[in-house]
């Protein structure tokens, strides 16, 4: 079965310094992957998606994320937090017999302090 | 519209209550998506359209639970007899659609209906 682990539940960092948001990957095939945030009371906001093309993958507002096979991993990061990054972050994989079901990590609530 | 909508905001209900939520996507987007987000579970999907049938309601938790689509566009979410287990946030996301559901397209979320069963 797919799913994702996001390995922390709160990260805090400062404004202007890099952000790193740690998402592991289990999937028996080649496997669709996405980093979505939420700001509060907002919807969900696709930052970058990882479909099997490059495996550094830019995003919106200064976001990457690179899918490493071998590590099972497809982190994310930026190099350097705005105070309007602060949000919670999922990491999302799709399943292979239906595509369409995203299956969310348990997210990573971003802290950013000025 | 210019994104998905959703209505109303917040609910606020009585246990054994029905409740419908109400999902606005966007134009022309024939897949429609619901899911709940709860402390609990987490994000978890409850049911897909595509056009106004539903090929996949694996993840509707109980007979409780029932959503149509009419005319391709609005759905309803319904919740019968609720419990207080059922509140949560309930989102829901629309796509452009395809014949195979295609991971190439990207779910556009609403802001989502906040739910509370006293």
């Known amino acids: 079965a797919q799913s994702v682990t996001q390995l922390d539940s709160h990260v805090s960092v400062s404004e202007g310094t890099p952000v790193l948001l740690r998402c592991n990957y289990s999937?028996?095939?080649?496997?669709?992957l996405f980093w979505y945030v939420q700001h509060p009371n907002k919807g969900l906001q696709l930052l970058l998606k990882?479909?099997?093309?490059?495996?550094l993958v830019k995003g919106i507002n200064g976001f990457e994320a690179e899918f490493k096979k071998s590590e099972t991993s497809f982190h994310l990061t930026k190099p350097s937090a705005h105070m309007s990054d602060a949000a919670e972050y999922f990491c999302?994989?799709?399943?292979?017999?239906?595509?369409?079901?995203?299956?969310f990590g348990s997210g990573t609530r971003l802290l950013v302090r000025p | 519209g210019a994104g998905v909508s959703q209505s109303p905001s917040n609910k606020v209900t009585e246990k054994g209550k029905d409740v419908e939520l109400r999902c606005d996507p966007i134009?022309?987007?024939?897949?429609l998506y619901w899911y709940r987000q709860s402390l609990g579970q987490g994000l978890e999907f409850l049911i897909y359209?595509?056009?106004?049938?539903?090929?996949?309601k694996s993840g509707l938790p109980s007979d409780r639970f029932s959503a149509e689509r009419t005319g391709g566009s609005v759905s309803t979410l319904t919740i019968q007899r609720t419990q207080q287990e059922d509140s949560a946030v309930y989102l829901c996301?629309?796509?452009?659609?395809?014949?195979?559901?295609?991971?190439?397209?990207?779910?556009?979320f609403g802001p989502g209906t906040r739910l509370l069963v006293l």
């Open positions: 996301a629309s796509s452009k659609g395809t014949r195979w559901g295609s991971t190439q397209e990207t779910q556009y």
């Open positions: 999937s028996s095939y080649s496997p669709s």
């Open positions: 990882y479909t099997s093309a490059a495996t």
């Open positions: 999302v994989v799709t399943r292979m017999d239906s595509s369409y079901k995203l299956i």
């Open positions: 134009s022309g987007h024939t897949a």
């Open positions: 359209f595509q056009g106004n049938s539903a090929p996949d």
